[in-house]
């Protein structure tokens, strides 16, 4: 386990684990108290069902999939669906080593780089070098990715992260409210794979309470400079703001217990849905990539 921390906020992780976040507590801007507001992984808990993981090289299901075949599949890191479709990208279980690191009492970070398999040796993959850098304050944490790309050709890629969000341990997600900056649905089919934009009607713009609701919903940004989803509670005066990429997935787990926001820079299907939105890295290039979540004051 590895914990970074400043004065008022505390964030920890699992290296060797896949990157699995285990507990991010941020301070609370109205009055100073430490807010648990990521469902950390704990065993016996499935990797994929708490905490948060990252997806790439595409978020959630992609199909035909140009990575099914050796040395990526089959291994322990292909994931599949209950309808046998691949899930959620292949670096979620790798292990992270620590580059660099600072703590402070205001600002606090860790850069780890991702450790590829010996049997991914010689694949454009292999060629992708990622750093995957945290950088925690009093009240928000960044995630940043540096994605460099070393080989003489083009890559596609979509990349995203999977956290699930609560409001302390004692609060259901019914007692809490879902808002956003103004988001379109993407209609998923049977596989949960894109079909089409449905455009005729603006959502997540306002307060939309959880109670009751099940949910399993892809969302693309209206046309707004910093897209955001978040939570609040009517206990509270602060909101849980996630911001990053202008695609969002958001599911409501059986329990109750939290709810995942997904940040996407693309949407699942990224190589096959027209409005997918792939990333292209080009021939010897660089690109960074930054979410954030963060406790903000109504």
């Known amino acids: 386990m590895y914990q970074l921390k400043t004065k008022f906020s505390r964030f920890e992780t699992e290296p060797k684990g896949g990157g699995q976040w285990l507990h991010l507590s941020l301070k609370s801007p109205v009055d100073g108290a430490s807010i648990s507001v990521v469902a950390g992984h704990k065993a016996p808990d499935p990797f994929f069902a708490s905490g948060s993981f990252l997806m790439f090289p595409w978020v959630n299901r992609l199909e035909p999939n140009p990575w099914a075949r050796d040395p990526f599949y089959p291994s322990v890191h292909w994931l599949t669906d209950g309808n046998g479709i691949p899930l959620h990208g292949l670096f979620h279980n790798l292990p992270r080593t620590v580059l660099t690191e600072s703590e402070g009492e205001l600002e606090s970070f860790v850069s780890f780089s991702i450790e590829i398999p010996e049997t991914w040796e010689g694949t454009l993959l292999s060629k992708i070098k990622v750093k995957e850098t945290y950088q925690l304050f009093p009240s928000e944490l960044k995630i940043i990715y540096e994605l460099n790309n070393t080989s003489d050709g083009e890559f596609p890629f979509a990349l995203g992260i999977h956290p699930y969000f609560r409001w302390n341990e004692e609060e259901s997600i019914d007692d809490l409210f879902l ?3 103004g988001f379109y649905q993407i209609k998923l089919g049977d596989y949960l794979l894109p079909e089409r934009v449905l455009g005729e009607e603006l959502l997540l713009y306002g307060e939309i309470p959880l109670a009751g609701k099940n949910l399993d919903d892809l969302y693309v940004s209206k046309e707004t400079e910093k897209p955001y989803i978040g939570l ?3 206990n509270k005066k602060e909101k849980l703001l996630i911001t990053g990429g202008n695609f969002y997935q958001v599911y409501t787990p059986l329990d ?5 926001i997904e940040p ?3 949407t699942g299907n990224f190589l096959h849905f027209p409005g997918a939105n792939p ?3 080009a021939p010897h290039s660089e690109k960074k990539i ?3 979540i963060r406790l903000d004051q109504f």
């Open 232 to 234: 609040f509670s009517m």
């Open 290 to 292: 930054e979410f954030s």
């Open 256 to 260: 109750r217990r939290s709810i995942a």
């Open 264 to 266: 996407m820079t693309s």
């Open 279 to 281: 990333n292209l890295l």
């Open 179 to 181: 808002i956003g900056s």
